[in-house]
């Protein structure tokens, strides 16, 4: 999931706007993540340095590394929620670079052959993402510019297929008999 802006502050306050009814109870899982008790009614504070000194990362939620890591870097609680910390996919808020460095890096470490992008639901998220983040992994030779086709199955090298697919036909036959013979 993408927030694209120009800096990670707008990027946040974008995720924030979003998603900020559901903070106070997400904070509880924050706390649970890090070993630490969290007031929900103090979201806009950073952890208290008593509470940096006792975090812990989970040993049963592998997220709860990077929300460490986040929590450290002095956010208040509302913002390091905002930054996906207890999401269950990637999130990137911030400038395009950070999201091209991030797929870059996992691509190239062959973590994953390929992408399901969500950029936020604001008018211009899609565009923030295909203007900022796909010029960038072009001019890296990561992503296409052109395509080899007029369809996605063009582009894909799948064969034009007309009508009811033959595996189709196949399985409904099958259920078909199936259910006669009962």
Do not use: C
């Not at 203007?131 to 996605?152: E, K, N, S």
């Amino acid at each position: 999931m993408t927030s694209i802006a120009r800096d990670r502050r707008e990027g946040l306050d974008r995720r924030i706007s979003l998603s900020e009814r559901i903070f106070p109870q997400r904070a509880a899982y924050l706390g649970q993540m890090l070993g630490v008790r969290l007031d929900p009614a103090r979201l806009d504070e950073p952890l208290s340095p008593d509470q940096l000194a006792k975090a812990r990362p989970s040993q049963d939620d592998p997220r709860s590394g990077h929300a460490l890591k986040i929590v450290r870097e002095g956010w208040a609680i509302r913002d390091v929620l905002a930054h996906g910390v207890i999401d269950y996919h990637p999130v990137i808020v911030g400038p395009a670079i950070e999201a091209a460095d991030h797929m870059q890096e996992w691509f190239e470490a062959d973590a994953v052959d390929g992408f399901w992008v969500s950029p936020d639901i604001y008018e211009d998220g899609i565009d923030a993402f295909v203007d900022g983040v796909v010029p960038i992994l072009q001019a890296r030779g990561l992503f296409h510019r052109d395509y080899g086709g007029a369809t996605l199955r063009d582009h894909l090298g799948v064969p034009a297929q007309y009508g009811i697919g033959p595996r189709v036909t196949r399985r409904t036959s099958i259920q078909h008999q199936q259910a006669n013979d009962i």
